[in-house]
């Protein structure tokens, strides 16, 4: 069996699911499990609708609500005859009737919880999954939908709650082999799963990728397909170098890290069980379904250039922790951490000198109570807009002044922090927001001109 995995712009509206439709009857003799992502921004509206909502603006609330469910509607009436839309309507109007429900009690309570806000989100993904099968049914295959609270479990850290394998995969085994042994299409929305009380949870955004990817290795998939609306994994975000190139093939270490340091065409926690069950994982375009793609595999061929792409992280703060000289024993370091660790915040990238440290973390609203916190251990600076520059590439460590070739193009560049070595895979270090596009221009220009044609396209 395979799995594609459709994100929000590969069925962004008719025409998108009607070229996935298209995309999955060519492989229906691979038995594919579809997992598809919300319609392009919808995640974003339901966010922000619920975001109204605890903040009292019904009408905000209601007129994003109504938005949603007009384009859901229209994009039915296109993809459905009219039986099936008729049939189909009364169940978009009872969603849609719970979700406004849904707001309205955010509203009068006054206040969004991260358990109501996944409520609202998974909207996204539990539309689009009745729809896409809807549509793929009238399209000839033979798809049944099933509900992904059902089979994927999570724990109850809401808004990126992390899954629980054992328990997940035994209920795709039990609930979606035998659909394909039947020789069914099942489909799934990524992204949602719920606990073990079946309350709805999300995985984080950008996560349907890592559902996929959990579907596939439950499941002992030949394949994961990512399809998505750029070639492949390319050199850098072609939205920030137009010069950007396809990666053929790249390794699951490469790729893990280019997602992790932001190259959001893959969700970082999607190689995990891929590598696990050693299952290659294929970035493609629904726009370009003919073409290669980019495959991502434990092992891949040498590499004449030095890196196989830049990636960059955006809305980055940078943490300075500076130790009175008492406290410099060797609890310091574990004192900081451990700040860190209560408030769940990740660390990125850190450095030390004998008084100080500096780390960098997403700017995000757990920041002020870390500061409080860390405020009693030390004296704390707190810069934002930040950005961190990754380059990846293997065997790193052992190509000399690979530094100098780096910084080398960017004299004129404030640096803040510089990583590596923590990874024979990457050279990371962090500058001024604004300054990323010149930087990763420069980098992609020095480092991609001439390319190894056995990895690039
Ligand atoms: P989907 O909705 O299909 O999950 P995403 O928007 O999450 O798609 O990811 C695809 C986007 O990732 C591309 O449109 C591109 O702008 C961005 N991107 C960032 N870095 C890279 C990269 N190195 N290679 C390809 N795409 C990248
Ligand atoms: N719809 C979700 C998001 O926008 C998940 C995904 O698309 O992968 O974050
Ligand atoms: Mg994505």
Known sequence: ?????????????????????????????????????????????????????????????????????????????????????????????????????????????????????????????????????????????????????????????????????????????????????????????????????????????????FSASIVGAALGAERIEIWTDVDGMMTTDPNLCPDARRIKVISFDEAAELAYFGAKVLHPATVLPAIQKNIPVYILNSRNPSGEGTRITTRAPK??????????????TIVDVAAPRILLAHGFLKAIFDAFDRHRIPV????????????????????????????????????????????VGENLREIPGIAAHVFGELKDIKIRMISQGASEINLTFVVEEEDVPEIVRRLHKKFFSELDPEIFA
């Open 303 to 316: 590499c004449r250039n030095f890196f196989k792409a830049i990636a960059a992280k955006k809305r980055i």
């Open 1 to 209: 069996m395979i799995v594609m995995k459709f994100g929000g712009t590969s069925v962004e509206d008719a025409t998108a699911i009607s070229r996935a439709a298209a995309i999955v009857k060519g492989r229906v003799g691979q038995k594919p499990v579809v997992v598809v992502s919300a319609m392009a921004k919808v995640t974003d509206q339901l966010l922000a609708m619920a975001k109204a909502a605890g903040a009292g603006d019904r009408d905000t609330a209601q007129r994003l609500c109504r938005s949603l469910q007009e384009r859901h509607y229209n994009t039915a009436g296109e993809l459905l005859g009219t039986v099936r839309f008729t049939r189909f309507h009364a169940q978009l109007e009872e969603s849609f009737q719970a979700l406004d429900e849904l707001l309205r009690g955010i509203a009068a309570v006054g206040e969004l919880t991260p358990r109501t806000t996944d409520n609202v989100a998974a909207y996204g993904e539990m539309l689009s999954s009745v729809l896409v099968t809807e549509a793929f049914v009238a399209n000839g295959l033979d798809a049944v939908l099933v509900d992904s609270r059902e089979v994927i479990v999570t724990d109850s850290t809401f808004m990126r709650a992390a899954p629980q394998f054992e328990e997940t995969n035994e209920r795709l085994l039990a609930n979606v082999r035998p659909l394909l042994d039947a020789g069914r299409v099942p489909v799934m929305g990524g992204f949602i799963g719920a606990n073990k009380a079946a309350v709805t949870t999300t995985i984080g955004r950008g996560g349907s990728d």
């Open 348 to 391: 990125d990238v850190v450095s030390t000198s004998e008084v100080s440290v500096s780390l960098t973390l997403d700017s995000n609203e757990s920041i002020p109570a870390l500061a409080a916190d860390l405020a009693s251990l030390a004296d704390v600076k707190y810069e934002g807009r930040k950005a961190i520059v990754c380059l």
